[in-house]
């Protein structure tokens, strides 16, 4: 009767310290279906890694996890590479994460074409519907992008270049 008492005294308390974490996870330009998604789990603690897929939904489960702080990575997807999030498991969790697609143009801080180096000929992209009007009267001023914007368009165009950065 007490190893009984001791086996169900285990198996409950295993269950007290093993949580779940699961969610989705959404992409910012995809609005339908997002990606599917390889994640991993790393415990700040004892550096411990758990590994899951997300499903073409974006969902995703690492089942069984201790509590605690961890950090959850998207890997083998460079358009997503640099997005982490930060967990903090105390039991059963779920999380909604939007990942940010990775941009070349997030990274250009100024205005020099990275050909010339120079921003002697450079111009600001204008994103947007306009009339003829505006495009004749500003045609030096700006380089006409469209109007379709996503949260990846170029900022700037150089006219030496033909280079949109």
């Known amino acids: 009767m007490r190893k009984l008492v001791f086996l169900f005294l285990i198996i409950f308390s295993t269950g007290l310290w093993s949580q779940s974490l699961n969610g989705i996870i959404r992409d910012t330009l ?8 390889i994640l991993t789990l790393r415990s700040t603690f004892d550096k411990t890694i758990y590994k899951t897929n997300s499903d073409e939904d974006g969902r995703f489960d690492f089942g069984k996890v201790e509590n605690g702080k961890y950090k959850l990575n998207i890997i083998e997807n460079n358009d997503y590479i640099r997005n982490e999030y930060n967990i903090d498991i105390k039991d059963d969790t779920v999380v909604h994460l939007v990942a940010n697609q990775y941009c070349k143009y997030r990274e250009n801080k100024n205005s020099i ?18 009339t003829e009007t505006f495009m004749k009267k500003n045609k030096s001023k700006y ?11 170029p900022k700037y165009y150089c006219k030496t270049e033909g280079l949109q950065f």
Not at 30 to 37: A, G, L, R, Y
Not at 113 to 130: E, H, Q
Not at 143 to 153: H, M, Q
């Open 30 to 37: 995809k609005k339908i279906n997002s990606p599917k998604f």
């Open 113 to 130: 074409c990275p050909i010339c180096k120079t921003d002697k000929n450079v111009i600001p992209i204008f994103y947007g519907l306009v």
């Open 143 to 153: 380089y006409f992008g469209g109007c379709e914007l996503t949260s990846c368009n």
